[in-house]
Structures are given as structure tokens and as C-alpha cells.
């Protein structure tokens, strides 16, 4: 069985490769562009829609406003990738706005970046999916009537392919990203010269359609409401910047210039397709209203469009004006269209896992997710951003209006605190720094983050006033419970890690307990590692044994030295794991050793804790399980998990085992038992 799950595994994801071979995945400008900037480049797909949408709710007289909020929307995207360039150039390690919060503000900003963002990720993957799916299902029936059950298929599908290495998911994705930015930019173009040059008249096949205004009569405060509304939706644009400053490890050397490049070219390009869109769009006459009302208030020849009514999106309606419709030009982009949204959900996939795995290694989530897997990506956290994205695709069945409330909120929570810690990052090296060019950059840089702070957190009130009562509520609710489960978890690796500090003197003697034969499984120097040392002292064995996995080369170093400046009377080996399993080396020596003398008895001793919550199962104790259940089905092999007992575990003393048979049973018959005495 285990066998075919492993066919199975390397058909799928592909075969293992070695920790050596990290530097193979990395990427270079070209791929990392459509790797990060899907997210960027596909806003313009719904963002500038957003925009007219929100606004024709006062009529079609309010298109006036668009394209001041598009330059409002402009100015603040400039702004936030000039910010995040500083980002890079600092805090190059890949903790991006966590990184800068936690650092200049403190470890509960940091948490908070950290929640917005992992919500915000989540949702990107989700709308991302959904809106293509909408694409799709305007010219494939099928698709339509099972919205949700096709955008989890497509979900799990950009699993797999993430789930195979950030080098080939890249390789995979930049054609069709690429293609989008050519077909849209060509449109752009195109659509300019007739205009510009040739003075055609664009005509949109909405061009003469009405829009009924549901809020007619504005006062000036409702008007000005209104405009702020929209112009926070398509702020949706500036999703999928803060990606790059989280993957910069990913990029080649020389890293933080090869990020910085890499985002000043997103920024230009997203920035050049948004104008282009929504100018051609207001070119040609595009009329577009909220879909769930849009059959009753687009209005066609007088009267409304009726339940039938198709409402095409903003490019395909441009791209009609420009080329024509049934164009070969209109098809491409079309298509292009719907598969770069689904791909936009790639960004995600780049920027959840390393967060977690950041955050994972600073004991905020469980450690699981800091260690890659075969492809070397981080396979846990790509498994749990695609089912949170499953979920709310299910539970909101794949509807983008009712999604896109949600949105960007976190992304502008991560962007506001990042912003002000970068305020805080060059103030303080200002006051050591003397070179007077250095200071001058310094200066020069501080301004730009705090005009980017300032930016985006005024952005943040908008959206949070505009958004909440339509459901950014939620997102609001969701990073608090994020923050504080973060904040538990790390309260309890603490609490283990202070429980388990081991003294520094030498094992006592006199504690060592009753005899056995051991191979001791060592992955650090602690108290329930010097328990099972003791333990297998105690057995006289004719050879001991103590076996590290050398998974990290310097973390073996170290343990080595660790362990021989305490003078541990054992011999400690290392088995080496050039693709980071810890399983497979001890098996194989395990059974090299009997191999070697098929009559003697190999008994290893696993260091295991004792704890007393269900949650904490989850948190501990995975690898041991996976072992001793290989190591059982050896022959002539026993195993013997030596307990060290958590505090946690006081409170469940001397109650009975809860699943024991004839536990509920037994106290009716000592019961009965009782009463026959007495009689």
C-alpha cells in the first residue's frame, strides 16, 4: 500500500529532490514576474469595473467621477510600490511587512500584519478562482450551474501544480500571464491609435444602453460617500504588491535588487493596463451595473433587460469596441482574461506558505509548517491556503460580489502598519548613521514610507466605512481570532520550552531507571532526551547508541557540539537526509543493524510527551507516530516510547481512561458490589 501511495505522490507531484538543490528552484526576473505579479496584473480585470459599477448606482451621470477616483487609485498604487521597493532593499529575508512590523513595532503589530495578511491570501485565491469561473461560465452553461464545484476543482488543481516546486508552478503559469499582459497592452495600443490618431468612434456593445439610478437626489455627503465607496473597491488593483517583498527569497542573486526590479515593472505594467481599461472603456461607452439588480435597471430600448441578461465584463466589452465582436483579437483576450484569474490565485500560493513557514519558525503556528516537502516547496502551507479557499468558494458559492466585500481589507491593515514601521526603521539607523550621503537616502526613503503610510491608511478608514456593513465585517472578525490562536500557540511552544530546558550538568546517576536494551532517537538536547539516555543506560546494553537525522547541517553541527561538551557518556551518530526525511534513514539503519546480526533484538527508545488537550496531539508528537508505526512491522525490532509529562497532562491524573472498555459500566457494578456488602 505504501508502495502505491507513493506511485501515486511521484506521478502527481514528481520525485523527491535533495536539500542541495534548493538553489535550482530560485528564479529568475523573468519567471518570478508572472509568479508574483498574476495577482497585480489581474485587477484590471474587475477593478476598474468596480469603479463604474459603484458609481452607477447614482446613474450614469456619475461616470464623471471615474476618472478622478482611477487617479486617486493610481497615486496610491505608485505610492505603495515605491513604499515596498524601500521594504525590499531592508528587510530582504522574506518576512516582508510581518518582518518590518514585528521588528519597529513590536511582536503583537507583527501578529496583526500576519493575521490580515493570511486572511487577505485566502480571499485572493478565492475571488481570483470565482471571477474566472464567472469568465468561463458566460459561454459554457455547465459551468454556471455549478460554480462552486468547479472553482474547488480548479483550486485543487493549482494545488498540485504549486505542489510540485515554485520553479516548474512558475514555468507552468508565466506563458498565459504573459500572454494577458501582451493581448491587454496591445489592446491598450491599438484602441489608442483609433482614437488618438485615426479619430475612430468606439462604440461598446452597452453604448446605448440606460442605467436606472437606485439613489437619485444625493445629498453632497451621500455623493461624496458614494465616490469614497468606489474608489475603495478599486483599491482591489493594488492587491498582490506586498507578494513580492514576502518571496524574496525565491528571487536569484543578487536578491533585493532582483525583487525591487521585478516590482517597479509590475507596478508600471498594472498601472498602464488600469488607465488603459477604464479610459477605453469611457471611450466607447461602456455601461455596466451591479449584476444582481443589473436585469432590472440596465435598461435596453426603454425597458429592462429581464432575467436573460448577460452583463459582459469591461475588457470584453472594450475589446468588442476595438476589434469587433467574433474578432479572432476578441476571443484571445477573452480567454487570456479568464485564465489569468485563475492564475492570479498563484500569487497566494507563493506568499502563504513562506508567511506560515516564517511564522511557524517563530512558534506562532504549528512547526509543521516550516519544513518543505519533496519538491522543496512548503507543502503544508499550500494544502491549507487551498482548503480555507475551498471553503469560502463553498460557503459563498463562488459568488465575486458577495467575496469582493471582503477583500482587501487585510491587504491595507498589512500595508498601513508596514509603512509606519518603515518610518520607525529609518529613524532609528538615522541615529547612528553619519555618512551624509547614506543619511541622505535614509531621508529620502523615510519619506516615501511615511507618504505611503499616510496613503494607505487613509485608504484603510475608507474602505473599513465603505465595506463593513457589506461584509469586510467578517475579515474583521476573522484576524482577531487568527491573532489570538497565533498568540496560543506560541504561549504553549514557550511553556514546552521552558518545561523542557535541560541543566547543564551530566545526567544523574542515581535516577537512572530499571534495565533495557536501547537505540536511542535524539532531535535535541533536553530533558526528555536525558530521560531516555538514562532509561537506556539502565539496561546494560552490550552497545549504545544515540541517532540524530542530520536533516539541517548546521543544526547537526551544533547538536554534535553540544553534546560533547556535556560529556554525554554515549556515542551520538548522524544519519544524513539529503531529502529531509526523518523516517526513512532510521529504518534503513535499523535495518542494516540486523542485516549485519540477524539474531540479536534492536530496541529503540523514542522520547515521546505526555499532554493534556486534543489540540496538543496536533502539535506534537507526528514524527514519533509515522516512525513507530514503520518501525513496528520490522521483525525482531521493539520500540518503547519513553514519556515525559507536560504540565498540561496534571489535570487528567488519576481519572479513568475515557475509552477503556467497560469504563462507563464499572462503577454500577462496584456499585452493586457496595450494596451487597453493606447487606
Known amino acids: 500500500m505504501s508502495k502505491v501511495t507513493d506511485l501515486v505522490k511521484r506521478l502527481f507531484i514528481g520525485r523527491a529532490l535533495r536539500s542541495t538543490q534548493l538553489h535550482e528552484q530560485l528564479l529568475p526576473k523573468r519567471i518570478a514576474l508572472p509568479v508574483f505579479a498574476s495577482d497585480a496584473l489581474s485587477s484590471v480585470a474587475y477593478a476598474p469595473q468596480e469603479i463604474l459599477v459603484i458609481l452607477s448606482l447614482a446613474g450614469v451621470s456619475f461616470y464623471n467621477f471615474s476618472p478622478w477616483v482611477a487617479v486617486a487609485v493610481v497615486v496610491v498604487m505608485l505610492t505603495v510600490v515605491a513604499s515596498y521597493r524601500q521594504n525590499v532593499h531592508a528587510y530582504p529575508s522574506g518576512g516582508g511587512d510581518y518582518e518590518v512590523a514585528t521588528v519597529n513595532l513590536g511582536p503583537n503589530a507583527g501578529l496583526t500584519v500576519a493575521s490580515a495578511l493570511m486572511v487577505d491570501y485566502v480571499l485572493t485565491v478565492a475571488v481570483s478562482v470565482a471571477n474566472g469561473v464567472d469568465y468561463v461560465g458566460a459561454t459554457i452553461p455547465y459551468v454556471a450551474e455549478h460554480k462552486p464545484l468547479v472553482a474547488i476543482a480548479i483550486v485543487v488543481l493549482l494545488t498540485l501544480v504549486n505542489l510540485r516546486g515554485i520553479r516548474e508552478s512558475g514555468a507552468a503559469f508565466a506563458i498565459p500571464t504573459y500572454a494577458f499582459m501582451f493581448a491587454v497592452l496591445g489592446l491598450i495600443v491599438w484602441g489608442s491609435f483609433r482614437v488618438l490618431v485615426l479619430g475612430d468612434e468606439l462604440r461598446a456593445p452597452t453604448a446605448g444602453y440606460e442605467i436606472v439610478a437606485e439613489q437619485s437626489n444625493l445629498t453632497s455627503f451621500a455623493a461624496a460617500f458614494l465616490i469614497l465607496r468606489a474608489f475603495s473597491t478599486g483599491c482591489a488593483a493594488l492587491t498582490g504588491v506586498e507578494a513580492i517583498s514576502n518571496g524574496v527569497p525565491a528571487f536569484r542573486k543578487p536578491k533585493s535588487k532582483n525583487a525591487a526590479t521585478t516590482l517597479l515593472m509590475m507596478g508600471l505594467v498594472a498601472v498602464t493596463m488600469f488607465v488603459g481599461i477604464i479610459s477605453l472603456g469611457l ?63 498563484n500569487t497566494a500560493f507563493n506568499g502563504f506558505p513562506v508567511l506560515g513557514s516564517i511564522l511557524a519558525q517563530d512558534r506562532y503556528l504549528p512547526r509543521q509548517l516550516h519544513t518543505r516537502g519533496d519538491r522543496l516547496a512548503f507543502s503544508n502551507g499550500i494544502v491549507i491556503l487551498a482548503a480555507g479557499a475551498c471553503l469560502l468558494l463553498w460557503g459563498f458559492e463562488a459568488d465575486v460580489s458577495r467575496l469582493l466585500n471582503l ?118 538536547i533536553h530533558k526528555p532526551t536525558l530521560r531516555a539516555l538514562a532509561y537506556a543506560r539502565a539496561t546494560r546494553p552490550s552497545k549504545l547508541e544515540a541517532i540524530t537525522v542530520g536533516v539541517e547541517g548546521a543544526e547537526a553541527r551544533e547538536l554534535q557540539e553540544e553534546w560533547e561538551r556535556r560529556g554525554i557518556p554515549v556515542p551520538l551518530k548522524t544519519l544524513d537526509s ?29 522520547p515521546e510527551y505526555v499532554v ?4 496538543e496531539h496536533i502539535l506534537h508528537n507526528q514524527s514519533a507516530l509515522r516512525l513507530k508505526g514503520r518501525l513496528l512491522f520490522q521483525p525482531g525490532v521493539m520500540v518503547i516510547s519513553v514519556p515525559w509529562q507536560l504540565h498540561s497532562s496534571d489535570r487528567l491524573k488519576g481519572r479513568p481512561e475515557p475509552l477503556a472498555p467497560g469504563a462507563v459500566r464499572r462503577p454500577r457494578r462496584e456499585a452493586a458490589r457496595d450494596e451487597d456488602i453493606k447487606a
Open 578 to 606: 539529503p531529502y529531509r526525511e526523518i523516517t526513512r534513514p532510521i529504518l534503513e539503519y535499523v535495518k542494516s543493524l540486523r542485516r549485519r546480526s540477524p539474531r540479536d533484538v534492536v530496541s529503540v527508545y523514542i
Open 407 to 524: 477583500y482587501i481589507v487585510g491587504v491595507f491593515v498589512s500595508f498601513t502598519l508596514s509603512q509606519i514601521g518603515m518610518v520607525r526603521h529609518w529613524s532609528r539607523h538615522l541615529r547612528t548613521e553619519t555618512d551624509p550621503k547614506v543619511r541622505h537616502q535614509m531621508y529620502r526613503s523615510r519619506t516615501i514610507n511615511f507618504f505611503g503610510g499616510v496613503m494607505t491608511g487613509v485608504v484603510l478608514v475608507v474602505v473599513l466605512l465603505t465595506k463593513f456593513t457589506h461584509g469586510a465585517w467578517i475579515v474583521c472578525v476573522a484576524m482577531p481570532v487568527l491573532f489570538l490562536m497565533m498568540k496560543g500557540i506560541h504561549r504553549h511552544y514557550e511553556n514546552v520550552a521552558r518545561e523542557l530546558a535541560a541543566d547543564d550538568s551530566v545526567v544523574d546517576e542515581s535516577i537512572l531507571p530499571a534495565r533495557n536494551h536501547a537505540i536511542v532517537l535524539v532531535s535535541k
Open 612 to 615: 493534556g488537550h486534543w489540540w
Open 283 to 345: 471611450a466607447s461607452g461602456v455601461k455596466v451595473a451591479d449584476p444582481a439588480v443589473a436585469f432590472r435597471d440596465v435598461l435596453i430600448d426603454g425597458r429592462p433587460a429581464g432575467p436573460g441578461y448577460y452583463q459582459q465584463p469591461i475588457i470584453s466589452q472594450v475589446a468588442d469596441a476595438v476589434f469587433g465582436n467574433g474578432s479572432l483579437p476578441f476571443f484571445v483576450i477573452s480567454a487570456v482574461t479568464a485564465l489569468i484569474l485563475f492564475l492570479a490565485a
